[in-house]
Structure formats: structure tokens, C-alpha cells
């Protein structure tokens, strides 16, 4: 039930509104580039430094990243900066784990926050140092 | 290639799991205001079929288009997603008629025609599977912004040296009766859920 209650809470942070919307929204967020997967799930600790490794990895294989903004909100990047010709866009692996400040367009589809950032407007680099608590999730100490 | 293997199947899985979040469908656009993503993912094509018939995109105008992209030796994502795929049309039922499915293969050189014969066998009846040759494949993945990169598999005790897997993009692409993009599913996502997307997708065009 815990489970289910957890999942709930990441839909609703996920999701965003739900209210049909089509027009393009300009937006600027600020947050950590996280491993959607792992960091959703909450199936391991994906954050900082401890998983900046399989974080790594994910975006490298094809899964997108998103953009967790301070309020817990999931921006999924189907495109960062000149480069369009990929979903899954290799150059996001040089800001993979960075806490960055982007500006870009949101665009709302079928409950799905997706961001298409058009400049990545600063960039502080990894700061949220956790490997000392977590270790390397998910591959052992 | 256990690593490899992992992150496969978390892919899998994170699409899955963001498709199954997804419970509070939108709608599609609507007619009266523009969709900026229209031109955004998409494009024509050229391709060869299974049967080894030439089909371009124009074949397809008036139905929807439901465009997935793979190919026959992916470990996990494919079939996966292709069973997703075949359960949804048919859970649609009689209003998929308006929807075509694709799979379009990011492996070109071992996809021919034959190969996807085969594998379309396991999957929906109405399922084109498409290949071309690389200058193709290649134009066609970058229209629909689809990730594509081949990997050599570590070499291991009887292999040759030389198999390797395409990591690849994941998403389901829903193409309107145009032709133009109309939304994405990410690949896992539910089955009853693919359906009631396709659903409100067809009704609204």
C-alpha cells in the first residue's frame, strides 16, 4: 500500500496539470538533471554525485533525463540546446547530475511535462555531493 | 553486458513506469489552435516493407499512424513493446482499423525484409514492419529525432567478436491522419492505457 501511496505522490509530481494544453509555454527552470528512472521510482537514491555513474550510463542507453526543478517538479528534456537530431541526446551526458538553469519551451502532452531547452542559461556543475553518504548507487560502495 | 543488460531493462522500465503515469490523459489538440509540435517529429519516408513492397508515408494518409522503432535481436525493449503495440489495437477494437501501425527497424543490415517477415509473425496482423538501406534508416531516425547507436556486445568465450545490440529511442510516435506528429507514448506504457490514447486520438480526428 505504501508502495502504491508512493507512486501516487510521484504521479502528481510528475504529471503537472493535466488540463489539455497545446500552445507552447516559455519557461525557465532550475534544477538538478536526474536519471528519470531511478529518481522517480524511487527505487534507489538517484541523486548527486552517489549516482552521477548510472545516471551516466541511462542517458547514454537511450532513456531520457528530466530536469528535477526545486518544487519536485519532472521536466522531461526531449531536446537540449542546437542539437535535435536525438531524443536522447548525447551532449546532455557533459551536464549529466550538474544543477543547471535552463530556458526552454514546456509543452503539456497527454500528462507528461516534456521541455525542449533551447539555451542552457547556467550551469553550476555537480553540487549536490552525496557519494560520501550513499556511496555509488546503484553498484556498491 | 550485464551492465548493458541492466540499463535495457531500466529503460524499459522507466518507460513503463512514466507511461503508466500517465492516467490523466489530455485530449489531443484541438482543431482551432495550431499544435507547435506538429512539424517537430516526423517526416516522409521511403521504406521497404516485409512483404517487400515500397511504402512511402503517403500510403498512410487518412489513418493515424502509430510508429514504433526497433529491431529483431533487441533483447528487451522490441518485443516488449511490440506486444504492447498488438494488445492496445486490439483493445481499441474496431476503431484501430484507423490506425497503422509501423516499426520501423534501426537495424537495417540485419533487418532485411525476410528477417522482419519472420518476426511480424509474433505480433499484430496489420503491423507494417519497415527497413531501408542506411542513408534511409538514417533520414528516417533523424526526422523522428530517434536515438540511435550501435554497440559492440563484449567478446566472451564461442562468440565472434563482432555481435553487437543498437541502444535506441523508446517512444511510440502518434501521427495524425496528415501525417503530422500528435503525441508520444512513452514504450511500456499499459496496455490500457496505449488504448485509451489511441482511442481519444482517433475520435478526435
Known amino acids: 500500500m505504501a508502495k502504491f501511496a ?26 538538478e538533471i536526474v536519471d528519470t528512472w531511478c529518481s522517480i521510482t524511487g527505487i ?31 521536466y522531461m528534456v526531449l531536446k537540449i540546446e542546437d ?33 525542449f531547452v533551447s539555451k542552457v542559461a547556467d550551469d553550476k ?5 552525496t557519494h560520501d553518504d550513499y556511496g555509488v548507487v546503484p553498484f556498491g560502495n | 553486458m550485464m551492465l548493458r543488460r541492466l540499463h535495457g531493462l531500466r529503460r524499459w522500465a ?21 499544435d507547435p509540435l506538429a512539424h517537430r517529429f516526423g517526416g516522409p ?18 489513418r493515424l499512424m502509430l510508429v514504433y522503432f526497433g529491431y529483431t535481436h533487441c533483447p528487451d525493449l522490441c518485443p516488449t513493446g511490440l506486444s504492447v503495440l498488438t494488445d492496445a489495437l486490439e483493445a481499441v477494437g474496431a476503431a484501430g482499423d484507423a490506425i497503422q501501425p509501423l516499426f520501423i527497424t534501426v537495424d537495417p543490415a540485419r533487418d532485411t525484409p525476410p528477417v522482419l517477415a519472420k518476426y511480424q509473425k509474433s505480433f499484430h ?31 566472451t568465450a564461442g562468440s565472434t567478436g563482432d555481435e553487437y545490440g543498437v541502444d535506441h529511442g523508446s517512444l511510440m510516435y502518434v ?31
Open chain 2, 125 to 155: 496482423p496489420r503491423l507494417v514492419m519497415l527497413t531501408g538501406d542506411e542513408a534511409q534508416i538514417a533520414a528516417i531516425a533523424r526526422a523522428y529525432k530517434v536515438h540511435r547507436r550501435k554497440y559492440l556486445w563484449p567478446t
Open chain 1, 44 to 74: 534507489m537514491f538517484a541523486y548527486g554525485t552517489a549516482h552521477h555513474q548510472c545516471a551516466v550510463w541511462c542517458a547514454a542507453g537511450g532513456i531520457p533525463v528530466s530536469i528535477k526543478s526545486a518544487d519536485g517538479t519532472f
Open chain 2, 45 to 62: 519516408f521511403t521504406l521497404t516493407s516485409h512483404t517487400g513492397e515500397t511504402v512511402r508515408d503517403q500510403d498512410f494518409r487518412g
Open chain 1, 6 to 31: 508512493k507512486l501516487g505522490l510521484l504521479t502528481s509530481v510528475l504529471l503537472g496539470s493535466a488540463m489539455p494544453t497545446v500552445a507552447a509555454e516559455r519557461i525557465q527552470v532550475t534544477g
Open chain 2, 14 to 34: 522507466v518507460s513503463g513506469l512514466i507511461g503508466g503515469l500517465c492516467t490523466l490523459a489530455t485530449g489531443a489538440a484541438t482543431a482551432a489552435e495550431p
Open chain 1, 83 to 115: 542539437d535535435a537530431t536525438s531524443v536522447a541526446n548525447p551532449t546532455i551526458l557533459k551536464v549529466q547530475t550538474h544543477n543547471v538553469t535552463v530556458d526552454g519551451e514546456l509543452h503539456k502532452r497527454d500528462g507528461v511535462n516534456y521541455l
Open chain 2, 175 to 205: 501521427m495524425g491522419r496528415d501525417g503530422t506528429f500528435r503525441t508520444l507514448i512513452p514504450h511500456g506504457t499499459p496496455v490500457e492505457k496505449v488504448a485509451e490514447i489511441l482511442k481519444r486520438y482517433v475520435a478526435n480526428e
Open chain 1, 125 to 129: 556543475g555537480i553540487v549536490n555531493m
